[in-house]
């Protein structure tokens, strides 16, 4: 009985480890997208630098999104 709950909320908490792992770039890339988005309708010169870095920033953070993706159909597949 014990060993029953110690695995079950075992696999509960590292699922939840999981998903926070995961929701933390996907929120990155949300704000960085809309970021991007407000900084490129501006017209100052640091505006457009700061568009320039922001595109450095959100290359990262859409491929971890990119395979976060493809692993979790990848699991639901199997």
Known sequence: MITTIT???????S???KSSIV???????VVL?????VTSTLHTPRARQLSQVLDVALLP???ICFVT????VRSFLQ
């Open 15 to 17: 699922t939840g480890f």
């Open 69 to 72: 993706v493809i692993l979790g």
């Open 7 to 13: 695995t079950t909320v075992s696999s509960i908490a």
């Open 61 to 63: 953070l859409m491929g």
């Open 33 to 37: 997208l809309i970021q991007k988005e």
């Open 23 to 29: 929701i933390v770039p996907i929120l990155a890339l």
